[in-house]
């Protein structure tokens, strides 16, 4: 990994910059995280088996992939703060991280 020059890691000219907490998260916060991603994914994966076997009437729109940037955004919500969480159809993830 390269070092950052100075320029790049120096606040932007004309004003100054709040101080930003910590971004680190803790092992036990990556371990639920990745719960989540996996739970979501072990779900679609099986309403996708369901829907095949003609289960399920019509269509199964999964969200396989992108199950980080679900997740991860409502990991980063704050209930306390008014956050609100507005869920589209390949969400399925956030909405199992959301209920937590």
């Not at 020059?5 to 916060?29: D, F, I, M, Y």
């Amino acid at each position: 990994m390269a070092k950052r020059t100075s320029a790049e890691t120096a606040p932007p000219r004309g004003g100054n910059v709040p101080e930003r907490p910590s971004l680190a998260l803790t092992k036990e916060q990556l371990l639920k995280l990745y719960y989540f991603m996996r739970q979501g994914r072990e779900l679609e994966n099986r309403l996708v088996r369901l829907y095949r076997q003609g289960k399920i009437v019509g269509g199964v729109y999964t969200g396989i992939g992108n199950e980080a940037t679900a997740v991860g955004s409502v990991y980063a919500l704050d209930r306390q703060q008014g956050d609100i969480f507005a869920p589209m159809h390949r969400d399925l993830g956030a909405r199992l991280a959301w209920g937590q």
